[in-house]
C-alpha cells in the first residue's frame, strides 16, 4: 500500500478547494481552450520537476537529500531561505485559508448552528492528532480523503455529461478573454500544481526502486490536470462564464447547477474531505522537510527528534494562531498565500539550477542540462511575471522581502551559534 500513500500525499495540495476555486475562476476569465492549455503547460514543467528530483537523486531520503542539494548549490543561507519562505509561508497562510472554507462550508451546508471558527479549529486539531499518532492510520485516512475528492468530483462530472442532473446541454456565450486575463489564467493554474514532491515525503518512506518513484509523481500530475480540465469542461456547460469568473465559490455554484441540494452536499464533502487531505499534507510534509534540515545542520536538532513531532507541533502552531488572531479569510492571507507559492516556484528553479551546476556528472549532459536551464528560466520568468501583474504587487514584494531577509538573519545566527558551540 506504500504507492497508494505516495500518491494520496502527492495529491493533497492539488485537489484543495483552493484548486477548484482558482479552475473555476480561470475557466470563466479565459476560456476552455486556455484553462485546458495552461493545465498542460503547467503539468509539463512540473513534470520536468518530478525528473529532475531522479536525476538529482532525491527519491530516497528526500528531505535530507533536497537539502543537502540545495546547501551545495546555493550555499546554507538560501538553502534555508527558500524552503521555509516558500513551504512555511505557504503552510500557515494556504492552511488558514483551507480551514476557514471548511468551517465555513460545515455551517452552510451541513450544520448552521456550529459556529464556522469552531469547526475550524476543530478539523486542524484531528489533523495533527492522527499525524502525531504512530502507525499508518494518517496515511489510510488521507488516501480515503483524497478518494473522497475524486469520487464526488467524478459522480458530479459523470452526472452532469450523461444529462441526468440539471446542467444546460449548450455551451453559454461568453466574450473573448482580453490579453490580461489570459495571461492571468496561464500563471495562476501552476501555482495550484505545486506539491508533488510530498509524495516522496510520506513518513517512514522509504523506496529502492527509484522508476516507481517517479512513476508515481507523474501518474499523480498526469490524474490532477486530467480531472481538473474534465471539471473545468463541466463547468463551462452547467455556469455562465462571468458567473464563475466573478464568484468566490465557483465549485459550489456549479455543482448545485448540475445536481441542485444533492449536489450542493456533494461538493460540500468534496471541500472537507480535499481540506482534510491538503493540511495533513501540508503539515506531515513541512515537518518531514524541518526534520530534514536539521539533520543537515540547518536548524535546530531538537526539530527533527521523536519522528519529527516537535516540528509538527510548531508547524500547527501557525495556522491555529493566524486563525486566532482574525486573519482566516482575510485578503493579507489570500497575499502572504500566493507569496509563498511564488518562493516555492523559485525553490524548483534553483533545484533545477543544481542540475546545471553538477551537468558535467552524466552522459548525455547537453540535453539534460539545456532542459533544466530552460524549465529554470521558465518558473523564474513565471515569478517575474506574476508579480508585475499581481494587483497587490507592492504588498507581496514586501512581503516577501521581509520574510526573506528574517529567515536569512536567522539562518546566519544560527550558523554563528553552532559555530560557537561546537568551539
Not at 492571468?184 to 518513484?213: C, N
Not at 525553490?347 to 548525455?364: I, K, M, P, S, T
Request: charged residues 10%.
Amino acid at each position: 500500500m506504500q504507492p497508494v500513500f505516495m500518491l494520496a500525499f502527492g495529491l493533497g495540495l492539488m485537489l484543495s478547494p483552493d484548486t477548484f476555486i482558482v479552475l473555476g475562476n480561470t475557466v470563466g476569465s479565459s476560456g476552455l481552450i486556455w484553462c485546458l492549455g495552461s493545465l498542460l503547460l503547467a503539468g509539463a514543467l512540473h513534470g520536468y520537476t518530478v525528473r529532475t528530483y531522479g536525476t538529482l537523486g532525491l527519491y530516497d531520503a528526500a528531505p535530507r537529500n533536497e537539502a543537502r542539494v540545495l546547501q551545495d548549490t546555493v550555499g546554507p543561507v538560501w538553502t534555508t531561505v527558500l524552503p521555509l519562505c516558500a513551504r512555511i509561508v505557504y503552510l500557515v497562510c494556504a492552511a488558514t485559508g483551507l480551514l476557514a472554507i471548511a468551517g465555513y462550508v460545515f455551517n452552510e451546508v451541513f450544520v448552521r448552528w456550529f459556529p464556522n471558527l469552531g469547526f475550524s479549529f476543530a478539523l486542524l486539531g484531528c489533523v495533527l492528532l492522527l499525524t502525531l499518532l504512530p502507525g499508518r492510520l494518517a496515511a489510510w485516512l488521507q488516501a480515503l480523503a483524497i478518494a473522497g475528492v475524486l469520487g464526488g468530483i467524478l459522480w458530479l462530472v459523470g452526472t452532469a455529461l450523461s444529462g441526468v442532473g440539471s446542467a444546460p446541454a449548450s455551451p453559454w456565450p461568453r466574450p473573448a478573454p482580453d490579453a490580461t486575463q489570459i495571461v492571468q489564467s496561464v500563471l495562476a493554474v501552476p501555482l495550484v500544481l505545486l506539491g508533488i514532491e510530498f509524495a516522496l515525503f510520506v513518513p517512514a518512506h522509504r523506496t529502492d526502486q527509484r522508476l516507481l518513484s517517479g512513476k508515481l509523481l507523474a501518474l499523480g500530475l498526469l490524474l490532477a490536470c486530467v480531472l481538473l480540465g474534465i471539471w473545468g469542461y463541466t463547468s463551462l456547460g452547467a455556469v455562465a462564464p462571468a458567473t464563475l469568473a466573478d464568484s468566490t465559490v465557483p465549485h459550489m455554484v456549479t455543482a448545485r447547477a448540475i445536481l441542485g441540494e444533492t449536489g450542493r452536499k456533494v461538493m460540500g464533502g468534496v471541500v472537507l474531505a480535499g481540506t482534510y487531505a491538503a493540511v495533513q499534507a501540508l503539515l506531515a510534509g513541512g515537518a518531514r522537510m524541518l526534520q530534514g534540515m536539521s539533520r543537515q545542520g540547518l536548524l535546530p536538532a531538537w526539530l527533527g527528534r521523536w519522528q519529527a513531532r516537535p516540528a509538527l507541533l510548531l508547524l500547527a502552531a501557525g495556522p491555529a494562531g493566524m486563525m486566532g488572531i482574525g486573519m482566516a479569510g482575510e485578503p493579507e492571507t489570500e497575499v502572504y498565500t500566493r507569496a509563498g507559492a511564488l518562493c516555492w516556484m523559485l525553490h524548483y528553479a534553483v533545484l533545477h539550477l543544481a542540475v546545471l551546476r553538477r551537468g558535467q556528472r552524466w552522459q548525455q549532459r547537453g540535453m539534460t542540462v539545456a532542459c533544466a536551464g530552460l524549465s529554470a528560466c521558465l518558473y523564474i520568468g513565471s515569478v517575474l511575471a506574476w508579480l508585475w501583474l499581481d494587483h497587490a504587487r507592492g504588498h507581496l514584494l514586501v512581503f516577501m522581502a521581509l520574510v526573506s531577509g528574517s529567515v536569512a538573519c536567522l539562518s546566519v545566527g544560527w550558523r554563528w551559534y553552532s559555530q560557537q558551540q561546537a568551539r
